[in-house]
């Protein structure tokens, strides 16, 4: 248990927030000493502009994968606020390219039509035009009624347009000569931010993953058929004692020759990293996973990560209660296995006992820690559920004096961190995460 009087998760926040409020004060005095614009209209299109550039660069960070924030924040919780800062994005850049087209229109006594077009035939304009309807694009597909009816494959490749409107933004700015060269500061600052941004950006997601594989050249040294539709993978690898991997993280895994190259599968590590294997256990859910089983023993792996902050590191309490559903138990298996005090619950929601996945190895665990393991079967149809707030009491009395970690399908997580809610459960002692790329 961690004795730390800031917790990880907040001193992380503290940092992205410090980050962000001092990047738009100093745009709010570059705005303030850099001069008005020709009209009302265009200092106000100056204003969002300035502001849609910092928004931008602070999505470059959320997505760097950068393993600090990532550890103590977690890859779900910056995808979410990603989310969000890019439909925020969204209408600050619709905003700025509104009030351009207006206020030329004004300075120029035409309509807005033929304002359009003309500023369409300036470089500098059209670049920021081609930015912004890359970014409306992209924002549309990710609207939550489209995204559900598309191929990850096809959102994820019309996803990675927004780069190619990072650089025509750029562009842009650069061009724009009140933006990028109002002062000595202003050229330097706005230089450094890009930098910064895109650096972290290529560090964390090319850089590193590269890096990683090239020094510790994974591979696969054995599967393991748990059950008929369960597999476990075992990746070993060169100095995988320097690989900073924890219980309860998940990496994500390309086997060359298995999928395409741009197909990824996040898997949780269903065991204890030791410094020689990794091991990932993963249900026959789709044609991915399934065929993990048919893996030669031998062949090359490309791993990313480990990414994740569902680990021991936001321990705030001595006892702890552990919740899965379905295939959810690998990486509470793995907590488990590094839990050393008997202190410990764990629930485990299945349909049936035949789909307790790892079941004799979960039962072991607890055994061996003296801890209680409750495997609850059946379809919440059938009965009361056991995630409502009375029956997860009933089970542990002392649930708002545990550390509780819960991982499982999203409507199962969603409904247990409501009772958490009701039971008064500390915020800081509920650690949750959804594994996923998207």
Not at 39 to 68: C, D, E, I, S, Y
Not at 138 to 166: D, F, I, K, P
Request: net charge positive; glycine share 8%; with cysteine.
């Amino acid at each position: 248990m961690r004795q730390s009087t800031i917790p990880p998760v907040v001193a992380a926040r503290r940092a992205l927030w410090t980050f962000v409020i001092v990047n738009l004060v100093i745009v709010e005095v570059l705005f303030l000493t850099a001069g008005t614009g020709q009209n009302g209209v265009l200092t106000a299109a100056k204003f969002f502009g300035l502001h849609a550039a910092v928004l931008m660069l602070f999505q470059l960070l959320l997505v760097a994968r950068l393993p600090w924030l990532d550890r103590r924040i977690g890859m779900d919780r910056l995808t979410v606020w990603h989310r969000w800062v890019g439909f925020t994005l969204l209408w600050t850049i619709l905003t700025h390219a509104v009030l351009i087209v207006l206020g030329f229109a004004r300075l120029g006594a035409t309509s807005m039509t033929k304002t359009f077009f003309s500023l369409a035939g300036v470089p500098a304009s059209l670049l920021g035009m081609c930015a912004a309807a890359i970014v409306v694009v992209v924002a549309a597909v990710s609207a939550r009624y489209v995204r559900q009816r598309l191929r990850y494959e096809v959102w994820h490749g019309l996803h990675l347009l927004l780069y190619v409107a990072l650089g025509l933004a750029f562009v842009h700015q650069l061009q724009e000569t009140t933006t990028f060269t109002s002062s000595a500061f202003a050229k330097i600052y706005w230089w450094l931010l890009w930098l910064f941004s895109f650096g972290a950006l290529i560090a964390g997601r090319i850089v590193m993953p590269v890096w990683r594989n090239a020094y510790h050249r994974f591979e696969v040294s054995a599967v393991v058929l748990e059950s008929d539709d369960v597999v476990s993978v075992h990746v070993t690898g060169r100095h995988l004692d320097k690989l900073p991997a924890r219980a309860g993280q998940f990496c994500i895994w390309r086997f060359p020759g298995h999928n395409h190259w741009w197909l990824a599968n996040p898997f949780s590590l269903s065991a204890v990293p030791d410094g020689r294997t990794l091991r990932l256990t993963a249900k026959a859910v789709g044609s991915a996973s399934a065929g993990l089983r048919h893996l030669p023993v031998g062949s090359r792996a490309f791993v990313e990560g480990p990414y994740g902050a569902f680990t021991s590191l936001h321990r705030t309490r001595p006892g702890a209660l552990l919740i899965a559903g379905g295939v959810g138990i690998t990486p509470v298996r793995a907590l488990l296995e590094e839990e050393s005090s008997g202190d410990v619950v764990v629930l485990h929601r299945v349909r049936s006992e035949d789909e307790a996945v790892l079941a004799d190895e979960v039962q072991g665990l607890v055994a061996d820690r003296g801890g209680k393991l409750h495997l609850v079967t059946g379809r919440t149809a059938e009965g009361s559920s056991p995630f409502e707030p009375d029956s997860l009491h009933a089970l542990v009395p002392d649930i708002a004096e545990r550390d509780v970690y819960v991982c499982g399908p999203p409507a199962m997580t969603a409904a247990v961190l409501g009772s958490l809610r009701a039971l008064q459960v500390p915020e800081r002692q509920v650690h949750a995460e959804r594994f996923g790329l998207a």
